[in-house]
């Protein structure tokens, strides 16, 4: 059961999201761009509230810690979230308990700055922006909406250049704010060391690629290949791809879960390391026999595609046996029927259950009790204790005692 102070901080990220509506709703969206899956960032009708719900899944904050909140509101300027801040802080501090350091400040100089000159664009800029990357002004028919296209094709990022480029679309107030970038923040890759907020946040997919482009035939063929080597281990997948892609359990197959990787841009012909990373992830390198395109997955490359915390859980269901998987049902309360796996169950206990809303603190004393140490150390090392998975307002089950 979420305790006061938990139950006191979920009905403030209510508020402050709803401070955040129609175009701020934008703004919090470009704000939050390294924080959030591009998945449920594309979703036409998402709401200031789910997108502070996945930052807080992902453990970039908690109750006794919103500095990336406050900054939110420095930068925005709405004065009710600003109140908001000001009135839980207040009484966060009231309790007088010891709170968890804080997390980096984490909106880089190049987010700042560009909301600061987005906030500037004119209806001129906008036709300007139209013209020069060949965008459809019908479907994007504002300033927010078309950054958010031009970050998620990579058009644009923190690189000197395509900053520079879009600045010179730009009104001179908006450019200015573009040009005063202190250039030492600024990087020649798009890889701006500020963009993330600690070591434990999920690399935004999509970055540059070091495989060689594929034609786009070779590309389709790649995916269906890949499919199908695949396709008895969807489950394994859906928990894979489950921060990533907005009800991944509900893809029936891989091609689908594929589809909707490659519909977000986190799968192209010309960036295709998802995959390789996949590969390397759930160990199944025997597929590079069948599909050459992956071979980089059998180098030591540093995954980038998946958290710390996602990676435990994939190592989590590997060493878990069926038997083992339904002494580990049984005392969590999950019906025989609703898993078919150790991979679904574990997808049930991270979503259903809210077995590791405060980390996974206890879910490691509860498989140590029932003498599976071999699966609790693979969550023991890498795993950030303050990371949510799931969302404090689904209740716990209570557990039965073993058998």
């Known amino acids: 059961m979420a305790n006061k102070r938990e139950i ?14 129609g175009n701020k709703c934008r703004w919090l969206r470009f704000l939050l761009y390294d924080y959030v899956s591009l998945s449920l960032l ?21 109750y006794t810690e919103i500095s990336l909140l406050s900054e939110i509101v420095e930068v925005t300027n709405v004065k009710v979230a600003d109140n908001l801040v000001q009135e839980y802080a207040t009484k966060e501090d009231a309790t007088k308990e010891k709170t968890i350091p804080p997390y980096r400040k984490a909106i880089s100089t190049y987010r700042k700055a560009l909301f600061k000159a987005l906030r500037e664009v004119s209806t001129d800029d906008l036709h300007k922006l139209y013209a020069f990357y060949e965008l459809d002004s019908e479907g994007l028919t504002n300033i927010w909406d078309i950054v958010f296209h031009l970050e ?11 900053i520079k480029r879009f600045a010179s679309m730009l009104n001179p107030m908006a450019k200015a704010i573009l040009e005063d970038i202190d250039v030492t923040t600024l990087t020649d890759t798009g890889t701006n060391p500020q963009s993330a907020s600690s070591t434990e946040q999920v690399t935004r997919l999509g970055e540059p690629s070091a495989h060689k482009d ?12 890949t499919a ?8 394994m997948l859906r928990l894979l791809f489950n921060d990533i892609i907005q009800n991944a359990v509900e893809h029936k197959d891989v091609s689908s879960l594929f589809k909707a990787l490659n519909d977000c841009a986190d799968l192209t012909r010309k960036n295709y390391k998802v995959l390789i990373d996949m590969v390397r992830v759930t160990d199944t390198r025997g597929v590079v026999e069948d599909v050459k395109s992956l071979s980089d997955a059998n180098k030591d490359d540093e995954i980038t595609s998946f958290s710390p915390y996602r990676q435990q859980l994939m190592e989590m269901g590997k060493v878990l046996s069926p038997q083992e998987a339904k002494e580990v049902g049984y005392l969590y309360d999950v019906p025989d029927d609703e898993y078919t796996d150790q991979w679904s169950l574990i997808l ?20 140590n009790d029932i003498n599976l140490q071999h699966v609790a150390s693979k969550l023991i090392t890498k795993t950030n204790p303050n ?3 799931c ?12 058998r």
Not at 13 to 18: A, I, K, P, Q, S
Not at 217 to 225: E, T
Request: net charge positive; proline share 2%; glycine share 4%.
């Open 387 to 389: 990371k949510r998975s």
């Open 42 to 62: 594309a979703c036409e009708d998402i709401t200031g509230h789910q997108l502070l719900n996945e930052v807080k899944e992902r453990g970039n904050i908690n």
């Open 391 to 402: 969302s404090p307002d689904v209740p716990k089950s209570k557990k039965k005692k073993k």
């Open 8 to 21: 006191r901080f979920i009905e403030f990220l209510r508020n402050f999201g709803n401070a955040y509506k």
């Open 214 to 225: 594929l034609t786009s035939k070779k590309f389709k063929l790649m995916l269906s290949k």
């Open 152 to 162: 998620k094709q990579k058009r644009l990022d923190d690189t000197k250049e395509k």
């Open 348 to 367: 049930h206990l991270e979503k259903s259950k809210n077995v590791f809303a405060d980390g996974a603190k206890e879910i490691i004393k509860d498989l």
């Open 228 to 235: 199908k080597w695949y396709k008895d281990k969807i489950n």
